[in-house]
């Protein structure tokens, strides 16, 4: 499937706001289950980016404002092609093959598995593997003893979908799992950490994924779902919150150990008083290839056509680079009226930077 999505952030400040200093984490991964073909970033006012890839190989775009401003606008664009169909898996077993996940037992007693993602199998900010997620997960574990990695995963997502309401309002982006719990409600946020540290308490390394929903044309905001590690599928993608494998509809930001690593933008400022947020999300289908007329390798239009909108994206890309690298990369021509003020200096009763209100990923409602 092939989406072009748009991620509009929009702050509005009581007063001018002396500088600011973010970072966004908004570029899909060119990673196994999808292909990015373009992607671009404008803010207003102008600023210079600089990007870099992140511990986990997430793409970061970190820019200061460092005039005086009382808006701020980040809008990504990007192009991608999933390598499924709307409704099929992008990973697991193929429709009508077994289960080959070993169990989970044994996957367990891997040392070189546990070393190799320990850092998906301890605690993290929002998810402390707390004693009443490790009494949900033993009760869950307890059901079968000898089940395989994959079928505990979809059972635990399972649990998850039915334990908890999907209610906007009820919880906040700092939520941690014992609140989730205890209030028995959230967003695909919280159904992503229950379910991640489920899988955590009983030996199994989940992550958290950033992302976008091909299936939600508007919202106000992105979606998110947890992937957990199990041979010989690799990283697997569920999403509690819709109750499914991810499909061809899931497009893949960022992955980290909780929200904390994937944060869609992150920042400070300076003045400017209470901050309004707003965020509007887009996700256009542009129609798909076809995975099996593609593997056939013939003269068949679609694969072709896949080809040539990879190679126009990777020139895309160059061009923008060059362009780039020709400016400088931190020059733009402005007309002097256009000029913004100078900053003024920050005065010490002025106070500590003020925290950027940040984005809870909650665009996907559940069937009822």
Known sequence: MRYRIRHRTSYRYASEVFESFNEVRLQPLACASQTLLDFDLQIEPPATTMSFRDYYGNAVHDFGVAYLHDR???EATSDVVTHAGADDPLAGPAEGEPDASPALR???GNEALADEHAEFLG???YIPLGDDSAALAEALLAEDRETSALAFLTRAADHVRGRLEYRIGTTTV???VAEVLAGGSGVCQDFAHVLISLCRHVGLPARYVSGYLGSVG???ASHAWAEAYIPP???LGIDA???TLCTGQHVKAGVGRDYVDVAVLRGTYQGGGQA???VQVSCEGLGGVDRATQLRGNDDEPIARLVAIQNLGATRQFRRGVMTQAMGGTTETLAVEELPPPRVQARPEDGPPSQQPQQQQQSAERDA
């Open 233 to 235: 599928y690799g990283w």
């Open 276 to 278: 309004e947020l707003d």
């Open 218 to 220: 508007a919202a106000t």
């Open 106 to 108: 044994a996957l367990v």
């Open 123 to 125: 605690p993290s900010a």
């Open 72 to 74: 701020l606008v980040i």
């Open 241 to 243: 919150t819709l109750g």
């Open 174 to 176: 700092n939520s941690s």
